[in-house]
């Protein structure tokens, strides 16, 4: 495997399933994001890791939880969603200390019914 | 806070044309950096250039190249003898100074869906 993986790359729930997605990188990198791109919405950043601590969080609902047991795995929990929570979530990887080039998986779409 | 307008929705030309992408950004920082990434139909954003806020060359990578201009706020994109290959979206991004966590997350413009027909 090369670059940045996700599974499951598509996901159907419902609002009272818990699921969880999942992102490996094969870069080497230590920091790792994950973003929603919703339909006819810009990207938006929800989570940033760096060296395996959450830096940022950018108000974010509680029904989605991240996980980052190391620094090539990154993990989102969710749970309790509703259904404009279905988009494409995407994972990134990077080096860590600002400003680097974010080196994107191909995501995970998913639907809330 | 930052923005990174693309005031283009989408954008349709026959093959062979040359197309302009234009991308302008708000940010207060004096140090930033722009993006350009590449969404084809199969989702994966793909890297493109990356350019510092105090190297206003512009930049050539084969068919592609870059303007960017300082003065105007604006990082544009030109796709020289567009092929339909080149059909996707293409989203310019800003990633201003380090938060002090060791990483920032990239503010994305909409987006351009540019359609190349044969």
């Known amino acids: 495997e090369t670059g940045v993986t996700q599974t499951p790359r598509h996901l159907v729930m419902g609002m009272t399933n818990k699921k969880s997605l999942k992102c490996e990188q094969h870069?080497?990198?230590?920091?790792m994001y994950w973003y929603k791109q919703s339909a006819k919405k810009p990207l938006e950043l929800m989570f940033v890791?760096?060296?395996?601590?959450?830096?940022e969080n950018n108000s974010v609902p509680s029904r989605f939880s991240p996980e980052c047991p190391n620094s090539s795995h990154l993990f989102l929990h969710l749970h309790t969603l509703q259904p404009e929570d279905s988009a494409l979530y995407l994972c990134?990887?990077?080096?860590?200390?600002?400003?680097?080039?974010?080196?994107f998986g191909p995501g995970t779409r998913l639907l809330v019914l | 806070a930052q923005k990174v307008t693309q005031a283009q929705t989408e954008i349709s030309v026959v093959e062979k044309e040359d197309v302009t992408l234009d991308c302008v950004y708000e940010t207060r920082d004096t140090t930033y950096y722009l993006f350009w990434y590449k969404q084809p139909p199969s989702g994966e954003l793909v890297f493109l250039i990356r350019r510092n806020s105090f190297d206003e060359q512009n930049e050539i990578s084969g068919r592609y190249s870059w303007n960017f201009q300082k003065s105007t706020s604006s990082f544009n994109f030109t796709i020289t003898a567009s092929q339909v290959v080149d059909s996707a979206v293409y989203f310019c991004a800003l990633s201003e100074a380090n938060s002090g966590g060791g990483a920032d997350g990239l503010t994305f413009g909409k987006g351009t869906h540019l359609i190349i027909q044969p």
């Open positions: 890791y760096s060296l395996e601590e959450r830096v």
């Open positions: 870069l080497g990198h230590n920091a």
């Open positions: 990134a990887s990077s080096e860590s200390g600002g400003r680097k080039t974010q080196y």
